[in-house]
Nanobody, 122 residues
Framework: QVQLVESGGGSVQAGGSLRLSCAAS????????MGWFRQAPGKEREGVAA???????SYADSVKGRFTISQDNAKNTLYLQMNSLKPEDTAMYYC????????????????WGQGTQVTVSS
């Protein structure tokens, strides 16, 4: 059974940085496409970044140049390095797996973690 467990969330001031991690188990990690999504209160879940097994990436316009998605296949772990954080980045961040390509379209994913909260204060 596929399991995704996020960590690394927290509270930071605007301009700060956080690195989220997603530990994956239950499948051949290196063959899967993975992504990060976020959901703020009262808003729909939106795609943030994605990476496929070839290393191709995709980012939402709102995070380009500030966030970097990466993976360590040896550790079965997905990362999201978030720099220059803004208050509007405040949300629950979710890891997702099993997409056909590196896409930030929510409906393309089959497996989801429980999320980790990121709060950015001004």
């Amino acid at each position: 059974q596929v399991q995704l467990v996020e960590s690394g969330g927290g509270s930071v001031q605007a301009g700060g940085s956080l690195r989220l991690s997603c530990a994956a188990s239950g499948y051949t990690y290196s063959s899967y496409c993975m992504g990060w999504f976020r959901q703020a209160p009262g808003k729909e879940r939106e795609g943030v970044a994605a990476i496929d097994s070839d290393g191709s990436t995709s980012y939402a316009d709102s995070v380009k140049g500030r966030f970097t998605i990466s993976q360590d296949n040896a550790k079965n772990t997905l990362y999201l390095q978030m720099n220059s954080l803004k208050p509007e980045d405040t949300a629950m961040y979710y890891c997702a797996a099993d997409c056909p390509i590196a896409t930030i379209e929510r409906d393309e994913y089959n497996y989801w973690g429980q999320g980790t909260q990121v709060t950015v204060s001004s």
